[in-house]
């Protein structure tokens, strides 16, 4: 990595509902590509009066899983949401059970005469049920809002004051909890960070919602492979990520697809979505707690009741936000001029290392993130209209190789390496945190 700045001329993509426009400006010269042949260096970070930190290309070592965006911190629910939730599932199981007791306390002459009344009115009690499911539609078609950028209709339930407010209350959350690892501004790796995020959202200020948002970073000094941006624009990065990518063009991508969740409001949709269907679910609730004529089967039935919504509902949602995150960030990065291809190499790389450690691969349904392996693909897809749109900027011409293909060769270094390797020199490597150990040629 050099700190290299030369002029050049930078387009801003034309999106619904903005004017295009072009001007010059200071490109980064590190975001051009190596040519074939040299070797790509490892991520050397320097800075005036400063030891030089070298973050290495293909040494990965993973405590966890990978996810940008964990749920908690990308989809804050609201305050008073919280307090009150807890609260109705309280009272619809109180209600449930009240009406399980009220009913089985009744002498059976009682039961037939209220069952033949509700046979009789059969047709009132349909009409009453019909009545409140239009209510619940007409709100869910009444609170309807258009996506930023994409266009894309969402359910928007909360005020974006509350959670600007919220935004603060967990970033200073997040400020006690990292407040001895943060790193000072000084700091190179800081500087890579600082650096990528402006030139970012240089490059997309032609979207009122990047240029309405002040982006503050964080670089934390913590191992996990980890990154997020609250609403506000508060990006936290660990170092963990730094280690883990590649190039800066890996980086860039990545921190495109945060970015693009904060601008996206992300977190207000997937609090919304929740908030819409756990109030229905508290119908649900008071049914199952009335019908079941056990508690033990009502606590059975709340379960399998809390497991449905979860897997048909709020995971396949959180899936399509990432997918939407990283589509929009992909462009972002585009429009940065950043090597758009490296965003499918980073997410193969992930699947690779896990691969290696051993960990086993969870079913993406089960999962709140698209598994790394469709993600690569998905991006693939995606990438010749990234590139196009790259083009479109006046970006500099990709000179080097294709980092999918260095990849691929990387991939079958591997395998020559790990058919020749002997038995006791893979015992001395610790098990429990592989490196990958790559020459980029």
Not at 91 to 97: K, S
Not at 224 to 244: E, K, R, Y
Not at 369 to 383: F, K
Request: proline share 6%; glycine share 4%.
């Amino acid at each position: 990595y050099r700190n290299l700045i030369g002029k050049g001329l930078r387009c801003l993509l034309d999106v619904p509902r903005t004017e295009a426009y072009r001007n010059e400006h200071h490109s980064l010269g590190w975001l051009s590509s190596q040519p074939l042949g040299e070797k790509i260096p490892s991520l050397q970070i320097s800075s005036v009066g400063q030891t030089s930190h070298h973050l290495p290309a293909w040494n990965i070592e993973i405590n966890r899983s990978f996810h940008t965006s964990p749920s908690l911190q990308a989809a804050p629910v609201p305050l008073f949401w919280i307090i009150v939730k807890p609260a109705q599932k309280l009272f619809a199981i109180i209600l449930g059970r009240s009406i399980r007791n009220w009913w089985k306390a009744l002498p059976p002459n009682k039961r037939e005469l209220i069952k033949e009344s509700a046979r009789k009115n059969k047709w009132k009690i349909l009409l009453g049920v019909s009545s409140l499911g239009v209510v619940f539609v007409m709100f869910y078609f009444t609170h309807l809002e258009e996506t930023p950028i994409t266009g894309r209709a969402r359910l928007l339930v909360f005020g974006k004051e509350h959670f600007r407010e919220l935004s603060q209350m967990e970033y200073d959350m997040w400020m006690e909890q990292f407040k001895n690892q943060m790193l000072p501004e000084t700091d190179a790796r800081y500087q890579v960070v600082e650096r990528v995020v402006r030139h970012l959202s240089e490059s997309n200020k032609d979207i009122p919602q990047v240029s309405a948002l002040k982006w503050v970073i964080h670089v934390v000094d913590e191992p996990g492979v980890n990154a997020f941006v609250l609403p506000n624009g508060q990006v936290f990065v660990f170092t963990g990520l730094l280690d883990a990518v590649s190039d800066i063009h890996q980086l860039s991508f990545i921190l495109g697809h945060e970015i693009a969740h904060a601008v996206l409001e992300h977190a207000v949709k997937k609090a919304s979505l929740v908030h819409f269907l756990d109030f229905l679910s508290l119908i649900f609730l008071t049914m199952i707690w009335a019908i079941c004529p056990r508690d033990s089967l009502a606590i059975v039935g709340q379960w399998i009741q809390s497991k449905l919504q979860e897997f048909m509902f709020d995971r396949p949602y959180s899936r399509t936000l990432e997918a939407e995150a990283d589509k929009v960030g992909l462009h972002f990065a585009a429009k940065a001029c950043v090597d758009v291809r490296a965003s499918s190499v980073f997410w193969q790389q992930m699947e690779l290392a896990e691969s290696i450690q051993g960990q086993p691969k969870v079913p993406e349904w089960l999962s709140t993130h698209p598994s790394h392996e469709n993600r690569a693909e998905r991006l693939e897809r995606l990438i010749p209209e990234a590139l196009k749109i790259r083009e479109s900027c006046n970006c500099p011409s990709l000179s080097g190789p294709d980092p999918r293909l260095i990849f691929r060769l990387n991939m079958q270094h591997l395998l020559e390496l790990s058919k020749g390797r002997e038995a006791p020199n893979s015992t001395k490597q610790d098990p429990s945190k592989p490196k990958l150990d790559f020459p980029h040629t």
